[in-house]
């Protein structure tokens, strides 16, 4: 994910990436995500995984997130990101709101309060993609808000 960011907002896939270490960056991420008003939480809080595998596709949802909790924590958010088909069928369930195809957004109320909601690809290398490819949709989210 922090490839296809360094991309669309600084120009660079590696802009995150700690040279010569193949790390990322945490603390150059945590002031990026401050600086543009971006948060980050899992979909689910309690998950089983039924393969010895890192596919989305053999996670059990235990728990999802309790999203109106989350959102009173957060009340300026009003937009909200899922990247990839499992994050999006779990918030799909939690909001009661139709699926929505890759690069798309719909627009709802949920917890009191309007939100839009976007479907992204996958933003994992398992993903057969390239990060160009997915940087086409996720410029997408900063063009709607006006950050591009």
């Known amino acids: ?59 059990q949802i235990i728990k999802p997130t309790d999203l109106k909790m989350l959102l009173q924590e957060i009340p300026e958010c009003h937009t909200i990101v899922t990247t990839g088909q499992k994050s999006a069928e779990v918030l799909q369930s939690i909001t009661h709101t139709p ?23 996958s933003s994992s290398r398992a993903y057969p993609r390239p990060i160009e490819w997915k940087a086409t949709y996720y410029r997408k989210i900063l063009s709607s808000l006006n950050m591009t």
């Open 99 to 121: 699926s929505i195809p890759i690069g798309e957004y719909i627009r709802t109320n949920f917890a009191e309060r309007p939100l839009t909601i976007w479907r992204m690809p």
């Open 1 to 59: 994910m922090w490839r296809i960011w360094g991309l669309i907002a600084k120009g660079d896939k590696n802009y995150f990436i700690i040279p010569n270490n193949k790390k990322f960056d945490e603390e150059k991420i945590k002031d990026f995500c401050k600086e543009i008003g971006l948060a980050l939480y899992d979909t689910a809080e309690e998950v089983i995984r039924l393969k010895n595998n890192a596919s989305d596709n053999s996670l």
